[in-house]
């Protein structure tokens, strides 16, 4: 559901009215959800070999565990509405601006996790997948080349770090709102053990592989209509 609302704002960005129904067919094959399970799966396995899975099992099927995993869930739903987003937002800024106890229970959880860090280099990646599929594509011709995309991904890590750590912190303050302190704590100290660390990395590494492959095909069917305009 974020996937197709992405593909409508690039379209919105790089071809206006020029995308239609033929885009959308094609941002849907983009974001088949089939392909996209099957290519987490393949590399959440692929990380996960030879790891002892018990600990894991353990916390996410009883309590707190399987709380956190729905109540994700719910917040990322919600999330796709602007006004619960933009409302998310404001109250994080608070919480923020404040320090609250649970934000400061919600930035410990981040930093266990590296979850700034991480998906700063996760956007940053995409990024970088997008402009080269651009560039497969023809759309920049010969006027850019792989350093420079790169050069420019990299001027833009301020701006991603910034939404992006506001985002972590509005979908996290959202989410676990109806938590007791005890539940995070208990979170914060899973996450800190080693098969915590070594879930929480083959997450980000299966997740990182998809939106890196989401992103270049993305940028390669932008780059028809980008080419067709031009000719």
Not at 50 to 70: E, H, N
Not at 121 to 148: K, P, W
Not at 149 to 161: K, N
Request: aromatic share 10%.
């Amino acid at each position: 559901a974020e996937g197709l609302a992405y593909g409508e704002s690039v379209a919105e960005d790089l071809f206006p009215g020029r995308g239609g129904a033929d885009w959308n067919r094609t941002v849907e094959a983009i974001y088949d959800p089939e392909r996209m399970q099957d290519t987490v799966r393949a590399e959440f396995a692929a990380e996960l070999d030879g790891a002892d899975l018990g600990p894991m099992l353990d916390f996410f099927t009883s309590a707190p565990g399987a709380d956190f995993i729905r109540l994700e869930l719910s917040a990322r739903e919600a999330l796709l509405d602007d006004e619960v987003e933009a409302a998310a937002q404001e109250a994080a800024a608070v919480a923020i601006a404040d320090r609250t106890e649970r934000y400061e229970l919600v930035s410990r959880f981040a930093e266990a996790n590296d979850l700034i860090e991480t998906n700063v280099v996760g956007g940053m990646n995409s990024n970088t997948a997008f402009y080269l599929g651009l560039m497969d594509g023809g759309a920049f011709r010969n006027d850019m080349t792989e350093s420079q995309i790169l050069s420019d991904v990299w001027a833009q890590e301020p701006q991603i770090r910034e939404s992006t750590t506001e985002w972590v912190f509005s979908f996290l303050l959202m989410a676990y709102q109806p938590l007791e302190p005890a539940d995070l704590e208990a979170y914060i100290a899973f996450s800190e053990t080693e098969p915590g660390q070594r879930l929480n990395r083959a997450i980000f590494a299966a997740f990182d592989d998809l939106f890196v492959d989401i992103s270049r095909d993305l940028g390669r069917a932008s780059a028809r209509y980008i080419v067709t305009e031009e000719l």
